[in-house]
């Protein structure tokens, strides 16, 4: 199986923009659609994209997503920073039978 | 509203059972895949298992495999997972969420193995 691997933290100022990477291991990143969840301190994850770029209805244009295949990576990238928008944030991708694969977190400050 | 209210979480001792139910509600249920990821105590999330919106395939995580089961009811709208021989390492917050490429999840129910 894949490792999916993202910066530990990562932060920046309101109004800002971050983004945040997420390479995989092994195998083509564009061949399962990758997906990144917002978590807050005490809370259950909320999904901000999914299949690579798409966004949850509710979930502001401030919030994309990418795949680079020339890393092998893809990217969250949150313009237009506000203090709300710090959380841990995942990425995920699964493998060809189904399962699973999580990144290990970012935490976003925003300072 | 698109819903999912897990139940059935608590204590249990290791080597023991526990049964975790997912209510799912807002969108047609027998038509999407589910899936059950946790997080243990200050980790990151875990894939755990999923299921395809028949039931008729699974697909597990090696550290559960052999000892939880998903499935699913479609004439009751839920999800279960059977989890069997537990140990200290199963101790976390289970959530269930809708489809593989997960788009909507659940609030979580606490599973907490200790002797």
């Known amino acids: 199986n894949f490792m999916l691997t993202q910066p530990h933290s990562v932060s920046e100022s309101p109004g800002k923009t971050v983004t945040i990477s997420c390479t995989r291991s092994?195998?083509?990143?564009?061949?399962?659609?990758v997906q990144w969840y917002q978590q807050r301190p005490g809370s259950a994850p909320t999904t901000v994209i999914f299949e690579d770029n798409q966004r949850p209805s509710g979930v502001p244009d401030r919030f994309s997503g990418s795949i680079d295949s020339s890393s092998n990576s893809a990217s969250l990238t949150i313009s237009g920073l506000k203090t709300e928008d710090e959380a841990d944030y995942y990425c995920h991708s699964y493998d060809y039978n189904d399962q699973g694969v999580f990144g290990g977190g970012t935490k976003l400050t925003v300072l | 509203e698109m819903l999912l209210l897990e139940s059935g979480g608590g204590p249990a001792q290791p080597g023991g059972s526990l049964r975790l139910s997912c209510a799912a509600s807002g969108f047609t249920f027998s038509s999407e895949a589910m899936t059950w990821v946790r997080q243990a105590p200050g980790k990151g999330l875990q894939w755990v298992s999923s299921i395809s919106g028949s039931g008729y395939s699974t697909f597990y995580a090696d550290s559960v495999k052999g000892r939880f089961t998903i499935s699913r009811d479609n004439s009751k709208n839920t999800l279960y997972l059977q989890m069997n021989s537990l140990r200290a390492d199963d101790t976390a917050i289970y959530y269930c969420?809708?489809?593989?490429?997960?788009?909507?999840w659940g609030q979580g129910a606490l599973v907490t193995v200790s002797s």
């Open positions: 969420a809708k489809r593989i490429v997960i788009d909507h």
């Open positions: 092994s195998g083509i990143i564009a061949s399962n659609y």
